[in-house]
């Protein structure tokens, strides 16, 4: 999951789901979990954002 971050931070959990095989809800639930645990964030709305990892130094 966090591959296809990295390589398209605009991805939509729609398009994860579709490339990894599982539900669109399974790839909502993993995008909240890492929310939660900050590795990645959501950047702007949620149309029009992007996804962006965390780092050692942006992480709370």
Known sequence: M???II???DITA???AKIIGVSDRS???YFTKLRT???IERIG???G???TLKTDNNME
């Open 49 to 51: 954002g992007y996804w």
């Open 37 to 39: 645990e900050n590795i």
């Open 14 to 16: 729609k398009e994860a």
């Open 2 to 4: 966090l591959l296809l």
């Open 45 to 47: 709305a949620d149309f």
């Open 7 to 9: 390589f398209n931070k």
């Open 27 to 29: 790839v909502e639930n």
